[in-house]
């Protein structure tokens, strides 16, 4: 099996971060290690999704958040109330307040009909 490609298809970058792709709404989101991502129509708590999320009822408000660790490991949590639509990693609902590990390849959806596809990239990818 020949060695997988570290580069991401969407910035070319070599550097640990993690890409979200969303087709409807059309969104494609670069993460690095740091503070958590926030997904949510909130415009304080998730400044860089609430636009984009502003006409979908059915993702809450502070819905969940990707953190990426220096590793390349990364991680998905719903806040501690949770949201009333739930969050999925491929197909399964995850639990409210339980950090959960995302892998290179995963499906992420918030609520029924918002599902990006999830990429990761730096020294280990896909080891999340």
Not at 15 to 38: I, M, Q, S
Not at 97 to 116: I, K, N, Y
Request: aromatic residues 6%; positive net charge; contains cysteine.
């Amino acid at each position: 099996m020949a060695p997988r490609d570290t580069r991401c298809a969407s910035c070319g970058r070599a550097r640990t971060h993690a890409l979200l792709v969303c087709a409807d709404p059309c969104l494609e989101l670069r993460h690095g290690p740091g503070p958590p991502l926030r997904l949510g129509r909130h415009p304080d708590w998730a400044p860089r999704t609430a636009a984009a999320f502003a006409g979908w009822n059915k993702v809450s408000r502070r819905h969940a958040s990707i953190t990426v660790e220096p590793d390349g490991t990364a991680w998905v949590e719903e806040p501690e109330a949770g949201s009333r639509n739930g969050t999925y990693l491929n197909g399964a609902r995850i639990a409210a307040g339980v950090r959960t590990p995302v892998r290179d390849g995963d499906q992420l959806r918030l609520g029924l009909r918002v599902s990006f596809a999830v990429r990761l990239y730096g020294p280990e990818p896909g080891t999340g």
